[in-house]
């Protein structure tokens, strides 16, 4: 049996091994400026849920991409240039917790007997709210103090009981707004309801349901452009996964009717300050005998949102 000690060295190992069999998966990847007029799809080596993004400053995003099987976060500085739109990318596979290191989460799912990671949410502080397939917590994790030093979950929220009669609700997107401040969760059972709930937080806490709006089963999102944020009125955006019965495509929340951007399938979508919009599309959705198609990171150009 070994030691306390051998165990801590077992681990350690495994942790460095880890770390230098990633190491080339962390560089970069363009978008040529002759491209940045259509929708592009960059084909992605993991299968992505959801996504958020916030203004690092002109002309730079950064983007958080929930990985969802790993589970990890994909992290990565968008910039744009006079060359195209340029993906410097880094990855979260582990975080400190109460002096031990985990995988993204500190324990196993039950009844599902798996972790699998749903929604990352960049918040105004710079923290990540993510949260795990089939749950109702958000697990926020704090940003290194130092070059080296990893991140650190600090802190787990839950989310209010659901109405009587309407659980168990899952969280199936959230999206921090730099408009209102509001944390908006969408929640379904995958069966009958799904609806979008903007929450009041303060100081890291979930004070007060302010609104809701319900939705079709499976459909996805939410976001609007950063743009927003400096005007005084902001618009919504929603994306059907492939699953959704309502017309597949990006809508807006005044036209619900029909997509502002049609035939277009995904769990998540985020703005960049530049007008246009990353989808998400997990692959495993999709029909076919070999589990789907692969995952992909969707650009879709400025113009299809009303930006010159």
């Not at 609104?211 to 079709?216: A, H, I």
Request: glycine share 8%; charged share 25%; net charge neutral.
């Amino acid at each position: 049996m070994r030691t306390k000690r051998q165990e801590q060295d077992v681990e350690e190992a495994i942790w460095r091994a880890k770390a230098e069999s990633y190491q080339n998966q962390e560089s970069e990847v363009t978008i040529p400026k002759s491209k940045l007029d259509e929708i592009v799809t960059i084909p992605l080596g993991f299968q992505p849920a959801g996504i958020s993004s916030r203004q690092l400053s002109d002309n730079v995003d950064q983007i958080a991409i929930a990985d969802y099987f790993a589970p990890a976060v994909c992290l990565a500085k968008v910039t744009r240039d006079k060359t195209g739109l340029h993906f410097t990318v880094e990855w979260i596979r582990g975080v400190d917790y109460k002096g031990k290191r985990v995988r993204m989460f500190p324990d196993i799912l039950s009844p599902g007997m798996a972790t699998r990671m749903q929604t990352v949410s960049i918040g105004p502080d710079g923290k990540l709210w993510i949260t795990r397939n089939e749950g109702r917590e958000f697990f926020v994790l704090q940003p290194p103090a130092k070059k080296g030093q990893g991140w650190t979950l600090k802190k787990i929220i839950s989310l209010p009981e659901c109405k009587e009669g309407l659980g168990p609700l899952f969280i199936q997107s959230a999206f921090f707004s730099s408009f209102s401040g509001d944390l908006i969760v969408i929640e379904s059972n995958y069966v009958s309801y799904s609806c979008a709930y903007w929450y009041e937080v303060e100081g890291g806490a979930i004070i007060r349901l302010k609104r809701e709006e319900t939705l079709p089963i499976f459909m996805y999102g939410i976001s609007h452009p950063i743009r927003d944020a400096f005007f005084s009125e902001t618009f919504y955006y929603f994306i059907t996964d492939y699953r959704c019965e309502a017309r597949h495509g990006i809508y807006r929340i005044d036209q619900m009717d029909a997509p502002i951007v049609p035939r277009i399938c995904g769990t998540g979508i985020a703005f960049l300050f530049e007008g246009g919009a990353l989808v998400t599309r997990y692959g495993q959705a999709y029909p076919g005998p070999f589990n789907g198609k692969p995952g992909a990171l969707i650009y879709v150009p400025p113009r299809y949102f009303g930006v010159e």
